[in-house]
Each structure stands twice: as C-alpha cells, then as structure tokens.
C-alpha cells in the first residue's frame, strides 16, 4: 500500500469516526426529548429534518450541480435501503428493548458490510479488519447483557438485523455512488429520497412535541448534529476508506452512546459494561492504529 493512500484511508478512518461519535449523542438526546416522543417519530423527524438540513449544504456548495446523472437502480437502492433501516430499526427497538434492539442493529452491520463489500466490490477485509470487528462485536454483546431487564423477542431480534444488513447495503451502495460524485450531493439525495419513502408514515405519527422549545430542539440537534453534520463526515470518509472498515468504525456510536448515559443521563455503568466498553474501544483502536501506520496492510482491492 503506497504511503499516499495510507494517508487518505487514515484520514477517511478519523471522519467516519467522528461521524460515529456525533451519532452517539442521538440515544442521549431521545432521552431529553418531551413526553410523547415516542422512537418512530423521533427517528422520521431525524430523517426528515437531517435530509432537509443535507440538501440546503448540498445547494449551498453547489454539489448537486456537479453530479452528471444519477444512475436510477443504485440511488433508488441507496434510498429505500436508508428508509428501511429507519423502519426495521425502531420496529426492532419497540419489540425486543432499546438495548438489545441498538446493539444487534448497529454490531451486525459491519459483518454484513464485509460480506457484502467482497461479494459486489470485491473487497477483501484482512486480519486487522477481523481482529477490530471480533473484538468491538463482543464488546457490543457485553453492553446488552448490562442492562438491568433484557427482553429478548426473535421478531425483534431479526427486524434488528433487518436494520444493519439495510444500514451495509447503504454503506456499500453509497461507496459506489461517490465514486464520482460529490460526498454533499449523494447524502442529499439518498436521504431525502427516503424521506419520501416513507412519507406515510411521518403523516401518520403524533409530531406536536415538536411545538415545545425542548422538543425543537432535540429535532435542531438530530437533523443538524447527528445527520447533517455526521453523515457529511462519513461520506467524505467513506470515499477513502473500505465498507467494511467504515461499518466497524460506526461502532463507536454504542461506545459514545455508553459514555454519555453515564455521565449526562447518570446511569450506573456495570462491570459487564465497562468490559463491553474497554472492548469496542480496543477495536476502534485497532483500526485507527493500523491506519496510522504505513506496515499494516489492512485490505486488498482486486
């Protein structure tokens, strides 16, 4: 691997992370919101809103005037595959517990990610790649047994991984459509095409906690923070770094999300969670290290 592209994939590596950081404020911020937020609204308004907030930075750099055509299956994929992970992933959430449902959500992406990264472009995941996945993955599992009360429901349990195999398809098709498209430009795109996908459901749902101050602003930071800022992060590191790669690092969301309940929600963080923790950190810290040094050869494009 040339020095050159080391540099790019660790600078790819650090935005993606980052993106993954600002995502763990989210399960902090539902918390805050008013009475009545139930999960599927506050997710539709953080799509709604983030899309909305993607397209005026889109326009406001002029990305969408850069873009040429746009290939109709690939975008309609990376649209629908965003507006099901919304949809599986609360669906997940409502049945088998916020815990269980976001940790076998977010922790089964990044092996669906490897595997669908090598079946349509041949990416092949390396040792180091197995080693941080393997090790943020248990983590992950540590932090659901931490819980006080785990519900277990297999219904839930497959519509959460129905979320993260959804989340590796956008992963993957999203990397196709960067390749010669501004990174502004396709998160517009793709995320208000799921708007619109899953339209009927935003007009079905109860929205008036929207009318409270408080409630205003759990959605300015949703839309703004965790998918405007965020998913302009990860699809500028997306462009430099392999899906799979970019699926692990994402599991610093649940390591942020972690962190922050115990210091601004106040929850009591257990021995099982401070292992799952240590763990996703490790794995985290596997790949940002491999990235920071030219030796590693961490995958092989074919």
């Known amino acids: 691997m040339h020095l050159s592209a080391q540099s790019s994939q660790g600078r790819g590596t650090w935005l993606v992370l980052a993106a993954a950081i600002l995502w763990g404020t989210t399960g902090t911020a539902q918390a805050l919101a008013p009475p009545g937020a139930q999960p599927a609204s506050v997710g539709a308004v953080r799509l709604l809103f983030g899309g909305l907030i993607l397209l005026v930075i889109a326009l406001l750099r002029g990305a969408l005037r850069r873009t040429g055509r746009w290939p109709l299956v690939t975008t309609l994929i990376a649209?629908?595959?965003m507006a099901a992970y919304q949809m599986l992933f609360f669906a997940g959430v409502a049945r088998t517990g916020v815990a269980v449902g976001t940790i076998v959500g977010i922790g089964s992406s990044p092996i669906l990610a490897g595997v669908i990264g090598f079946l349509v472009r041949g990416e092949r995941p390396g040792k180091t790649w197995a080693v941080a996945?393997?090790?943020?993955?248990?983590?992950?599992?540590?932090?659901?047994?931490?819980?006080?009360?785990?519900?277990?429901?297999?219904?839930?349990i497959?519509?959460?991984?129905?979320?993260?195999?959804?989340?590796?398809v956008f992963t993957v098709v999203s990397k196709g459509l960067l390749q010669e498209r501004d990174p502004q430009a396709v998160?517009?795109?793709?995320f208000n095409l799921g708007t619109i996908l899953i339209l009927?459901?935003?007009?079905?749902?109860?929205?008036?906690?929207l009318l409270t101050p408080g409630g205003m602003a759990v959605a300015v930071h949703l839309g703004l923070i965790t998918v405007?800022?965020?998913?302009?992060?990860?699809?500028?590191?997306?462009?430099?770094?392999p899906v799979a790669t970019a699926a692990t690092l994402t599991l610093a969301e649940p390591l942020t999300a972690g962190f922050l309940g115990v210091v601004v929600l106040g929850e009591k963080l257990t021995l099982a969670a401070a292992v799952g923790i240590?763990?996703?950190?490790?794995?985290?810290?596997?790949?940002?290290?491999?990235?920071g040094n030219w030796r590693f050869r961490v995958f092989r494009v074919r």
């Open 228 to 241: 405007g800022f965020a998913y302009s992060l990860f699809a500028q590191g997306l462009k430099l770094v």
């Open 158 to 168: 497959l519509l959460a991984i129905g979320a993260g195999a959804a989340y590796a």
């Open 278 to 291: 240590t763990l996703i950190f490790s794995g985290l810290a596997v790949l940002t290290t491999a990235y």
């Open 187 to 190: 998160m517009a795109v793709t």
């Open 79 to 81: 649209g629908a595959s």
């Open 133 to 156: 996945t393997a090790l943020s993955v248990t983590g992950c599992g540590l932090l659901i047994t931490a819980g006080e009360s785990i519900q277990i429901d297999p219904g839930g």
């Open 200 to 209: 009927p459901l935003i007009l079905s749902i109860d929205l008036s906690w």
